[in-house]
C-alpha cells in the first residue's frame, strides 16, 4: 500500500508517531529490563526513516524533542508532553483521593447494597470535591496526617 502525504503530514505523523512511541514506552525505559514495546519503536524508526524523502534532516526524530537552544526554546512535542502531564496529573490525583475518600466514607455492607447508578454517583461526589479543593488550592493543603 502507498499513502499519498504532504510535507507538513508527513510532520504532524511523525509528531504524533513520536507522542505514541513515548506514552507506549517511557514509563518502560530506565527499569531493570528492557521491558520496552519494540513494536512502537520499530514503527517510529520506520517513520522517522522516511524524512529524507521529504526534504527533512535525516535524524529528524531528534528535532522533535530537542530544540537548538534547550535555554529558550520548547519543542511542540515538549510542549504536548507537558500539557498532558499536567492535565493527567490533576485528573489522576482527584481520581485517586476520591476514591480513598469514598471507601473511608463508606463500609463495605453499604458498598455492596449500593446498585452502580448510586455507587457511581457517590464515588463521583467524592471526586468532585477533591477536584474543587485541588482547583482552588492546588497541592498546597495537602500532607501526612498520622493516625
Given at each position: ?7 507538513k503530514?508527513?510532520e504532524s505523523l ?7 512511541n513515548w506514552?507506549?514506552?517511557a514509563v518502560r525505559?530506565?527499569r ?9 519503536e520499530?514503527?517510529a524508526?520506520?517513520i ?7 526534504g ?10 530537542f530544540?537548538?537552544d534547550?535555554?529558550t526554546e ?18 489522576e ?37 477533591w477536584?474543587n ?10 500532607g501526612?496526617?498520622e493516625?
Amino acid at each position: 500500500m502507498k499513502i499519498n502525504i504532504t510535507k507538513k503530514q508527513y510532520e504532524s505523523l511523525a509528531k504524533a508517531v513520536y507522542l505514541g512511541n513515548w506514552m507506549a514506552n517511557a514509563v518502560r525505559t530506565g527499569r531493570p529490563g528492557d521491558l520496552r514495546l519494540p513494536e512502537y519503536e520499530e514503527i517510529a524508526d520506520y517513520i522517522y526513516s522516511l524524512a529524507p524523502q521529504f526534504g527533512l534532516p535525516e535524524h529528524f526524530e531528534s528535532e522533535l524533542e530537542f530544540s537548538d537552544d534547550e535555554m529558550t526554546e520548547t519543542t511542540e512535542v515538549s510542549r504536548l508532553h507537558e500539557e498532558y502531564d499536567e492535565v493527567s496529573f490533576w485528573d489522576e490525583l482527584s481520581s485517586r483521593l476520591g476514591e480513598k475518600d469514598f471507601f473511608l466514607k463508606y463500609s463495605e455492607d453499604v458498598i455492596e447494597k449500593m446498585d452502580n447508578g448510586e455507587h457511581f454517583i457517590k464515588m463521583q461526589e467524592c471526586i468532585i470535591e477533591w477536584e474543587n479543593e485541588l482547583e482552588k488550592n492546588g497541592i498546597e493543603r495537602l500532607g501526612v496526617v498520622e493516625k
